[in-house]
């Protein structure tokens, strides 16, 4: 790993960072072509798929930090050797296509395989935007219903829209607005799923379920993309700043032309811990770190807007939990597999396998289905890196 780079906060940071990233050599050579998905807490051993999933793309988007960070030439080859397998799915009938090719190509930078992938993938989701519905499909590249409006169908896909040009742009604003319309009440309340019916419109969806956290925190990265993205928001700026505080960011903090006596600020969000359940109607269940890291990198996003300085203090309070009690190993102040233990009330084997070094612990892929509920997931590794990242001045939070 190279020097790291001055001015980080506390060194701690740093330390995180390092010890990720140097998780993702070790997974590397552990999976080969093969896509990591999650990893078994105790041995962290990886479950893994030929294709990627929905999931592809962060993991691409992991090596193509790690090359950004050591600026290794071996660590840029096979970032792009990973980000060629994606190319399949850009023709693939799935919203998600803004997942795997936005996050898995941004950090790209004058990449031969990246650059034109990126291209076609936001042309072809741009040929499957629907102007009656005013989005872009769910699709059925996974089985199931296809016009659905998802959570998780509006980030990624909102800036890949955005730079297929003028129309493109005009698409991710629709395509955002109209998953917020549906997702968001007005008091923040989320319904993250629906489903069209052509005879009698839009009915919400019980799964994923209305407390869904990582629902919300791909909602808010959506918002955070639409605004801070390349050429400016893509959307009314100030609709989509009330939006972000409703959906759980800090209220932002008035400028210099707007503060007077007569402004009324909207109603500031109920507390929320800094790690989340997975389900916000139980919070005795599982946490969802992923969500964490998620909403982390989206103020961090927020936090290059003026005014938005609580959003970087937020941002960094999420992250050092994460660092400090939730990732394993000793590249950080804390973050042993003893501490992450003890912060979530589990119980701990004298004699236990320790986790190898760099897991983020406690994410959670499906509670309903019992599904890697207390694992390393690949997109929570992702955005935690991304983070950890941007707080240490090795990305703009803006390029992915």
């Given at each position: 790993?190279?020097?790291?780079?001055?001015?980080?906060?506390?060194?701690?940071?740093?330390?995180?960072?390092?010890?990720?990233?140097?998780?993702?050599?070790?997974?590397?050579?552990?999976?080969?072509?093969?896509?990591?998905?999650?990893?078994?807490?105790?041995?962290?051993?990886?479950?893994?798929?030929?294709?990627?999933?929905?999931?592809?793309?962060?993991?691409?988007?992991?090596?193509?930090?790690?090359?950004?960070?050591?600026?290794?030439?071996?660590?840029?080859?096979?970032?792009?050797?990973?980000?060629?397998?994606?190319?399949?799915?850009?023709?693939?009938?799935?919203?998600?296509?803004?997942?795997?090719?936005?996050?898995?190509?941004?950090l790209a930078t004058g990449s031969a395989p990246a650059d034109p992938l990126?291209?076609?993938?936001?042309?072809?989701?741009?040929?499957?935007?629907?102007?009656?519905?005013?989005?872009?499909?769910?699709?059925?590249?996974?089985?199931?219903?296809?016009?659905?409006?998802?959570?998780?169908?509006?980030?990624?896909?909102?800036?890949?829209?955005?730079?297929?040009?003028?129309?493109?742009?005009?698409?991710?604003?629709?395509?955002?607005?109209?998953?917020?319309?549906?997702?968001?009440?007005?008091?923040?309340?989320?319904?993250?799923?629906?489903?069209?019916?052509?005879?009698?419109?839009?009915?919400?969806?019980?799964?994923?379920?209305?407390?869904?956290?990582?629902?919300?925190?791909?909602?808010?990265?959506?918002?955070?993309?639409?605004?801070?993205?390349?050429?400016?928001?893509?959307?009314?700026?100030?609709?989509?700043?009330?939006?972000?505080?409703?959906?759980?960011?800090?209220?932002?903090?008035?400028?210099?032309?707007?503060?007077?006596?007569?402004?009324?600020?909207?109603?500031?969000?109920?507390?929320?811990?800094?790690?989340?359940?997975?389900?916000?109607?139980?919070?005795?269940?599982?946490?969802?770190?992923?969500?964490?890291?998620?909403?982390?990198?989206?103020?961090?996003?927020?936090?290059?807007?003026?005014?938005?300085?609580?959003?970087?203090?937020?941002?960094?309070?999420?992250?050092?939990?994460?660092?400090?009690?939730?990732?394993?190993?000793?590249?950080?102040?804390?973050?042993?597999?003893?501490?992450?233990?003890?912060?979530?009330?589990?119980?701990?084997?004298?004699?236990?396998?320790?986790?190898?070094?760099?897991?983020?612990?406690?994410?959670?892929?499906?509670?309903?289905?019992?599904?890697?509920?207390?694992?390393?997931?690949?997109?929570?590794?992702?955005?935690?890196?991304?983070?950890?990242?941007?707080?240490?001045?090795?990305?703009?939070?803006?390029?992915?």
């Open positions: 790993m190279r020097e790291r780079p001055s001015g980080m906060a506390d060194g701690w940071a740093g330390g995180a960072l390092e010890a990720v990233l140097g998780r993702v050599a070790v997974t590397l050579a552990e999976v080969g072509p093969r896509f990591p998905l999650s990893a078994d807490p105790g041995t962290g051993t990886w479950t893994t798929t030929r294709r990627g999933s929905w999931t592809g793309g962060f993991w691409a988007g992991l090596l193509w930090l790690r090359a950004r960070y050591t600026g290794d030439p071996a660590d840029r080859s096979a970032a792009e050797a990973c980000t060629a397998r994606l190319a399949d799915w850009a023709d693939a009938d799935t919203a998600t296509r803004g997942l795997i090719l936005w996050y898995g190509t941004a990126r291209a076609r993938a936001a042309h072809a989701c741009l040929t499957a935007f629907d102007p009656e519905l005013g989005l872009v499909p769910w699709g059925s590249a996974f089985g199931g219903p296809r016009l659905l409006a998802r959570a998780d169908g509006a980030p990624g896909l909102v800036p890949l829209l955005a730079s297929a040009g003028p129309r493109g742009r005009e698409a991710a604003a629709a395509h955002l607005h109209r998953h917020l319309e549906l997702c968001v009440g007005n008091d923040g309340r989320l319904a993250p799923a629906w489903r069209h019916d052509p005879a009698t419109g839009w009915h919400p969806l019980a799964e994923p379920a209305p407390g869904w956290s990582r629902g919300r925190a791909w909602l808010l990265l959506a918002v955070a993309d639409a605004l801070t993205g390349p050429g400016g928001a893509v959307a009314c700026p100030d609709r989509l700043r009330a939006t972000a505080t409703r959906l759980g960011a800090p209220e932002p903090e008035p400028t210099a032309d707007e503060a007077h006596p007569a402004r009324t600020p909207h109603s500031p969000p109920p507390a929320t811990p800094l790690v989340p359940p997975d389900d916000e109607s139980h919070p005795d269940g599982p946490l969802d770190t992923s969500a964490a890291a998620i909403t982390a990198v989206a103020l961090l996003k927020l936090a290059t807007q003026p005014g938005q300085e609580a959003c970087a203090r937020r941002a960094e309070a999420v992250l050092h939990r994460l660092a400090t009690a939730h990732l394993t190993g000793t590249g950080t102040a804390s973050g042993t597999a003893s501490e992450a233990a003890s912060e979530t009330g589990e119980a701990l084997t004298i004699g236990a396998p320790v986790p190898p070094p760099g897991m983020l612990l406690h994410g959670c892929h499906d509670a309903a289905t019992g599904t890697a509920v207390q694992h390393e997931l690949i997109w929570g590794d992702f955005f935690l890196a991304l983070g950890l990242a941007a707080l240490t001045g090795v990305v703009d939070p803006r390029e992915a």
